[in-house]
């Protein structure tokens, strides 16, 4: 960018920011040039695998071999072929488990926080030491307690089961306050107390404050929050493969992996467009809040 | 809180929000209810307990005046206590017990299943006239005895006199509460007909009648009888007689076993197993080793790359570096199962993109050849996980004081020096617990192991089903046998799920108390 500086006007004044030495493209490099050439590596690096996908989905050929030519053809073949399987269920399914834990998490997670945040009663201090000592403890760790959990759940009331969705949800619900609360307890602390003390002179309830006040001023983080849930549940592998038997309630994780692991070959097409529909939702959101979920990560979340 | 608590949370007026309050409470004490009815009847003890339990909490919390906190804490808490806190302490139990393939149950469920699997059809026996019905869709026997009684049952209930059906020519036509099928529907359900067995009575020693050809029913028994008194199984075609065991199983004086145990406390012998036992030691101790160096190498190898972009990128006169941010975090957006699903197909030895196109028809064995799939596994997580370091790696880097860099300047501190002494100081300090959890995410990172190369390549000489690129948490999901490939061992996937969480427990631990001595130096 510097180097466009016409030489012929040396004497042009002096401003803050101006370099004290001529523009040598040698310096250039050293101060910029390196960093497009470093820039333009990672995006073909970070890229390269994306347009492949985007490319062998378009591929008419649906297979493995027939993708390796990018966009050598482009047609609709693979995602109309789509159609003809399981794949809409799967991410029917897929959206109603992420979405359904999304909002609990946030609800029960929130709830929870606002408590630990804004009561003193006994057992607070206990119940916070637990919940970090807890949290260290991944559930999917516990996949096999939980897949016997809910055969003898499943004797009981059937639909808490093995192969219920409902089932899956409140697994996941299960995890909630443990990943979670400890996130939104510091967001709370920093809501000022007094405005809800405030309210309170004004005659309003707990559950207002609650409902109309707290949950209003902690958006950002409630949003950080709900997205991370979504996008985790939408990826998680394990607990739905050993959970989800029949095919009309797998997830897409299952599915996908499904078609890959049985014949890579003939289905590469189809998993390729089912790949990219998949990735669409997740990838809007997350270019869409982007801002949120870098101030979220920072706070240590990791996404799965 | 300057205001009594009560304030509110008892209110008796009948707002809008108590009415939905009372609405919720209802419907979950009549789902409660449902719940408690239903594990009453299914004998489930425990199940009934918590339920109670978690009814009548929930009942206090909502209506008394002085669970004010509990009332926010309470949905989340039951989750919790149920999906995560009850399942970490069975895992708990279940690592101590010899739970899996052959120790399903418990001990009467065990003898039940042996003394139906050794039933045979006793020789000699008399044979009944027998007519196939139906309840609903459960199917049943209706045989009518020698003694002129006609007699029905299903597979859950034992065979018991019924009055008032009638009967031609030794053969029931018809029966109240039952409905007689039509030749035609039994043959529709022909299988079924043949594989159900109907107990004659409570007693399985008193076995059960079967039919082959739907029209006569045989008294089929047990070879072996078990013995209540003396607690022993006796096989009577051959007289042995069998004990129980340690193990859970019923033994011959020989040390022979029969096939069907029930599952027992063990104590450490899965540990044992694990760590000792020469099928499982050897590739424990790899994985294990493996394990580590994975999610060490992982943590490493993204942060130096996410962070080497964060500085490329961290110059304010550099054009298009929101372009370029954007972008490069592409990888990150991707839920990492597709990635890692996508990369299995690019790295395919014969059809891939890799192999095909960028090593020009070079049939590499990324995935089956133990040290390339090492290598793969490495090289597809640093895609995976640098976007991630990178944006941390930036956020770090935007919030170091400029004040301290101002002072290094006027000192007369260079590029490198300033970098050295200050820039990466600061830096480890605020990522540095994003580190440690990246580290225990990577140690478990499941997905990307077993979609990209589903631990293989397999060990030449393990009898189970394990390979070089397995890691803890997706050994655990082999020995489980939940994906049906091996013999189902719930025990021992138990005792090595603790393993691993004692291993990242530790580690956070002793990095966490680190990190803050860091800090307070800094």
């Known amino acids: 960018m510097s180097t466009t500086i016409p030489p012929a006007r040396p004497a042009a004044p002096p401003r803050r920011t101006a370099l004290p030495r001529r523009v040598t493209p040698a310096r250039w490099f050293s101060d910029l040039g390196w960093r497009h050439l470093v820039g333009v590596l990672a995006i073909v690096y970070a890229g390269f695998p994306l347009v492949y996908v985007v490319s062998a989905s378009l591929a008419d050929a649906g297979t493995l071999t027939g993708s390796n030519e990018l966009f050598a053809s482009v047609s609709g073949a693979n995602y109309v072929a789509l159609g003809g399987t399981k794949f809409w269920t799967w991410m029917g399914n897929t959206l109603v488990v992420a979405v359904a834990t999304g909002a609990g998490t946030v609800l029960m997670g929130a709830a929870a926080a606002y408590a630990f945040s804004r009561f003193r009663f006994s057992g607070r201090r206990v119940g916070l030491t637990a919940l970090l000592v807890i949290q260290m403890f991944p559930q999917m760790l516990a996949f096999v307690a939980i897949f016997l959990l809910c055969i003898s759940l499943g004797n009981v009331v ?12 409140c697994v996941y619900l299960g995890g909630a306050l443990g990943v979670n609360t400890f996130l939104m307890y510091g967001f709370f602390n920093t809501v000022p107390r007094e405005i809800d003390e405030a309210a309170k002179i004004d005659g309003a309830s707990h559950a207002q ?19 991370l849930s979504f996008i985790a549940t939408f990826g998680e592998f394990i607990i739905a493969r050993v959970l989800l038997q029949s095919e009309e309630n797998w997830t897409i994780a299952v599915g996908l992996y499904g078609w890959v692991s049985s014949l890579q070959e003939a289905n590469w097409g189809l998993f390729t467009a089912g790949a990219v529909v998949s990735a669409l939702p997740v990838l809007a959101l997350f270019l869409f809040l982007q801002k949120y979920i870098v101030g979220g990560l920072t706070a240590g979340s990791v996404k799965g | 809180m300057s205001l009594p608590a009560t304030r509110g949370s008892g209110r008796t007026g009948w707002s809008p929000g108590f009415l939905v309050k009372l609405a919720l409470i209802a419907l979950v004490d009549a789902l409660g209810v449902y719940a408690v009815l239903a594990a009453w009847s299914a004998e489930s003890w425990g199940l009934l307990a918590a339920m109670v339990a978690l009814l009548l909490a929930a009942n206090w919390a909502y209506f008394s005046k002085r669970a004010l906190p509990w009332k926010y804490i309470l949905p989340g808490l039951a989750f919790l206590l149920v999906y995560q806190v009850y399942v970490v302490a069975y895992t708990g139990y279940v690592a101590f017990t010899n739970y899996g393939d052959g120790h399903n149950s418990t001990k009467e469920q065990a003898i039940e299943a042996l003394l139906v699997q050794n039933e045979r059809r006793v020789e000699g026996s008399p044979s009944s006239p027998l007519t196939v019905v139906a309840q609903g869709d459960t199917l049943g ?13 299903t597979a859950d209930e034992p065979l018991a006199a019924v009055d008032g059906a009638s009967v031609e020519a030794d053969r029931v036509t018809a029966l109240p509460g039952y409905e007689v099928l039509e030749y035609a529907a039994v043959l529709e359900r022909q299988q079924e007909v043949t594989d159900l067995r109907v107990p004659v009575s409570e007693d399985p020693n008193d076995g059960s009648i079967r039919t082959q050809d739907a029209r006569t029913g045989y008294v089929f028994t047990s070879t072996l009888t078990y013995d209540a008194a003396s607690d022993t199984m006796t096989d009577t075609t051959t007289g042995v007689t069998y004990t129980p065991n340690d193990d859970g199983q019923f033994e011959a004086a020989d040390g022979s076993t029969l096939p069907v145990g029930w599952r027992v406390l063990v104590g450490l012998d899965n540990f044992v197993t694990a760590f000792g ?13 493996w394990t580590f160096a994975f999610a060490v190498i992982s943590v490493a190898s993204t942060f130096l790359l996410g962070l080497f972009l964060a500085i490329a990128f961290n110059d304010a006169r550099l054009r298009g570096r929101r ?24 790295l395919n030895r014969s059809y891939g993109f890799v192999n095909q196109v960028l090593f020009g028809g070079a049939e590499i064995p990324w995935l089956t050849d133990p040290l390339l799939a090492k290598l793969a596994v490495l090289g597809v997580n640093l895609w995976l996980g ?59 990172n499941f997905t990307l192991i077993y979609m990209l190369t589903g631990g293989g390549p397999r060990f030449d000489d393990a009898s189970v089903p394990l390979g070089h690129t397995d890691i803890l948490i997706s050994m655990v999901y082999s020995v489980s046998g939940l994906d049906g490939t091996a013999a189902k061992d719930y025990g021992l996937a138990s005792a090595l799920s603790i393993v691993i969480f004692l291993v990242v427990a530790t ?3 002793v990095a966490f108390r680190r990190t803050r001595s860091l800090e307070e130096i800094a």
């Open chain 2, 323 to 346: 372009v370029y941010r954007t972008l490069v975090i592409l990888p990150y957006a991707i839920p990492g199962f597709l990635a890692a699903l996508l990369w299995s197909g690019l």
């Open chain 1, 209 to 227: 404050i609650y409902w109309t006040i707290v949950l209003r001023l902690t958006a950002p983080i409630l949003a950080v929050v709900g997205l």
């Open chain 2, 386 to 444: 640098f976007p991630y370091m990178f944006l941390i790696c930036t956020g770090a880097l935007q919030s170091l004081p400029g004040d301290v860099l101002e002072a290094a300047k006027i000192d007369g501190a260079g590029r490198w020096r300033t970098w050295r002494s200050i820039t990466l100081p600061l830096l480890l300090v605020a990522t540095a617990p994003l580190l440690i959890s990246s580290f225990a995410f990577n140690f478990n």
């Open chain 2, 141 to 153: 026997f209706a045989v009518v005895s020698p003694e002129g009684v006609v007699e029905a049952g």
């Open chain 2, 277 to 289: 036992d020469e099928r499982y030691a050897g590739p424990f101790g790899k994985i294990l080793l």
């Open chain 1, 158 to 169: 059937p639909v808490l089961g093995l192969d219920s969705k409902l089932s899956l949800i």
């Open chain 2, 507 to 509: 580690i956070s631990a």
